[in-house]
């Protein structure tokens, strides 16, 4: 019975501990889609109500918390490049995923930052991002042979046209929210295939290498923290 005792205490404290792991890693998505990855753990400890020594029990390293968000968001991203490339219209599909990747990054800068910096580096965002390419350059040369797009469309310019649109629709996010969908449907329209021959465009695309090393240089960064 003694041992009984003495042994009652550690399962609230288990569960306890268990509630705060669950309330940090809540707390840094909040953090870190508002503010970025740059957010220190100090931040994150207020926001979720513990002190900054809870904190870093559970998480030395911030590089731990990234860690923990990472499956998550990756999975989210998958499942919407397939649910593109599964479209019977290539074109529904295109539409699809812009719309849906570009709602998802200016919502959440953490989802940039891991997609487009340092962080980017990290094996399983490695090994997703390689299975994004080639499903969406399918669902490009798709709407070409639909001829919903124009002949000249690469998958290299879905790609940078979501980053300029993400750029514009960061940049007025505080006024008005939806405002990237006007840009994005400007763009959507220059995909199209038009009766007449479409303008032809003054330099090449870019290839996948070029498209690569732009990735690794910078990122699209307009919210100010």
Wanted: charged fraction near 30%.
């Amino acid at each position: 019975m003694t041992t009984e005792l003495r042994s009652a205490p550690a399962r609230p404290l288990r569960a306890d501990a268990e509630r705060n792991r669950l309330r940090i890693v809540q707390a840094a998505a909040e953090v870190f889609a508002r503010r970025g990855l740059d957010a220190g753990l100090d931040e994150i400890a207020r926001h979720a109500g513990v002190g900054t020594g809870t904190v870093y029990r559970r998480f030395p390293d911030k590089s731990l918390l990234i860690e923990a968000l990472i499956e998550q968001r990756m999975a989210v991203l998958e499942d919407l490049v397939e649910r593109a490339a599964a479209t019977e219209s290539a074109w529904d599909g295109l539409v699809l995923f812009l719309e849906g990747f570009v709602e998802r990054l200016i919502a959440d800068r953490a989802l940039m930052d891991m997609l487009f910096t340092d962080c980017g580096d990290n094996e399983l965002i490695a090994d997703r991002r390689s299975r994004f390419g080639p499903l969406l350059a399918e669902l490009v040369e798709r709407a070409k042979a639909q001829g919903t797009v124009r002949p000249d469309l690469s998958v290299t310019d879905v790609a940078m046209a979501q980053f300029m649109i993400t750029s514009a629709g960061s940049l007025g996010v505080d006024v008005r929210p939806d405002l990237w969908r006007r840009q994005l449907g400007i763009v959507l329209d220059g995909f199209r295939t038009r009766r007449d021959a479409p303008t032809p465009l003054p330099v090449e695309p870019m290839s996948i290498d070029e498209f690569t090393e732009v990735c690794g240089q910078s990122t699209p960064r307009s919210r100010r923290g």
